[in-house]
């Protein structure tokens, strides 16, 4: 089963960037589908951006046009850049990976109970 570790959160005034990594314990190449999501106490976890192995992106509204999901395959990381950073960013951030052996990428995106094996969260925190 493959570990995934987050990193890269802090506490940033708004308008500011941060870049969460999301390492895994072995090669991600075997991984097809991988996502980051964010959680605000109380609330539900929603999604924040995916990727597929070969690629292929999918944000949240809130995300589009100021989000950056990437991966590494030979590095086994995944990245989320952020930038222009809002106080409703505020979130722990989490990235979890795909469970099936094929991609579930459709129109309207990866459904959530596809995603499997979430790491711990890194905290961001959006305030001046």
């Known amino acids: 089963q493959v570990q995934l570790v987050e990193s890269g959160g802090g506490l940033v005034q708004p308008g500011g960037s941060l870049r969460l990594s999301c390492a895994a314990s072995r090669s991600i190449f075997e991984i097809i589908d991988m996502g980051w999501y964010r959680q605000v106490p109380g609330n539900e976890r929603e999604l924040v951006a995916e990727i597929t192995l070969g690629g292929t992106t999918n944000y949240a509204d809130s995300a589009k046009g100021r989000f950056t999901i990437s991966r590494d395959n030979t590095g086994n990381t995944v990245y989320l850049q952020m930038n222009s950073l809002k106080p409703e960013d505020t979130a722990v951030y989490s990235c979890?990976?795909?469970?099936?052996?094929?991609?579930?990428?459709?129109?309207?995106?990866?459904?959530?109970?596809?995603?499997?094996?979430w790491g711990q969260g890194t905290q961001v925190t959006v305030s001046s």
């Open positions: 979890a990976r795909g469970r099936d052996p094929y991609s579930r990428m459709c129109a309207s995106g990866i459904p959530p109970d596809q995603f499997e094996s």
